[in-house]
């Protein structure tokens, strides 16, 4: 294959230019498509013993919480049910409260999203089945994830969470 070849030519570094001039590209063209944010949703999992779950993103290398986009004919709970099975390997045990509604078009550098943050409830063992997105899934005590340098406003996420009140940003 002709672009195959040619991608393997250019090497890591001319490989990852390309693919980041086409992620802008198909982000502008999402963008003049769609012209309306997207819905996803982000997960504070909660372990039995306390602890909440975070994942690395393949993309920028950074602690995240868990979560996504709602797909085409999910409802929110299967979007969770499905986001936390993609990139934790964990089963949804219950739900918590709603921590927040965030839409600021700056929140996530990929595109205008909103995202709908839950407290939900976990059971099972750790095991990330989207290995694309996600390279490690690990828990920590809420203090120690709330030191750490987090993906998109996830830190502000965590910061609502444990003021205990809803909020809209």
């Known amino acids: ?36 944010p997207l819905l996803g949703v982000c997960l504070i999992p909660l372990r039995e013993d306390g602890q909440i779950v975070l994942v690395k993103r393949r993309d920028n290398g950074c602690w995240s919480l868990p979560g996504g986009m709602v797909d085409w004919g999910e409802n929110i709970q299967q979007s969770i049910v499905r986001e936390l099975n ?13 921590v927040g509604v965030y839409s600021a078009a700056d929140r996530d550098p990929r595109i205008h999203s909103i995202c709908l943050t839950f407290e939900v409830n976990v059971q099972g063992e750790m095991q990330v089945n989207d290995l694309n997105e996600i390279s490690e899934a690990q828990a920590f005590a809420l203090d120690q994830a709330a030191q750490m340098q987090l993906s998109h406003d996830h830190l502000q996420q965590l910061q609502d969470y444990s003021q205990g009140q809803l909020v809209i940003r």
């Open 86 to 98: 993609e990139e934790t390997g964990l089963t949804l045990r219950g739900m918590g409260r709603l």
């Open 1 to 36: 294959m002709v672009i195959g070849n040619s991608l393997c030519a250019l090497g890591t570094i001319g490989q990852r230019l390309v693919m980041k001039r086409f992620a802008y590209v198909a982000q502008t063209a999402l963008g003049l498509l769609f012209r309306r």
